[in-house]
């Protein structure tokens, strides 16, 4: 069975980063939310390919949320986890 995780979680836009260009069928582009709790956590997501353009319009500080999928693996005995945005909408 091949499960695919979905997660959404609500924060202020704290930080958007650049797209960057892989490679020739890859570009990314980070951006961290700031939840608010008791205890404030700071998540990195990524966005790719034709999703980049997502968090084009929004402002630092402002009240989003955030679809994303939880992916993961495994390059040369390291492991890797990425939080792969697809939504990015006001909230």
Do not use: C
Not at 21 to 50: A, W
């Amino acid at each position: 069975t091949n499960q695919i995780m979905n997660f959404s979680v609500k924060g202020k836009l704290h930080k958007v980063f650049e797209s960057q260009k892989v490679s020739d069928k890859l570009e990314i582009r980070d951006f961290v939310i700031k939840t608010e709790e008791q205890y404030p956590q700071y998540i990195k997501f990524q966005l790719m390919n034709d999703k980049t353009s997502q968090v084009d319009g929004f402002s630092e500080g402002q009240n989003i949320e955030v679809s994303f999928n939880l992916r993961g693996r495994e390059n040369d005995g390291k492991f890797y986890t990425n939080l792969q945005a697809w939504k990015v909408v006001s909230n």
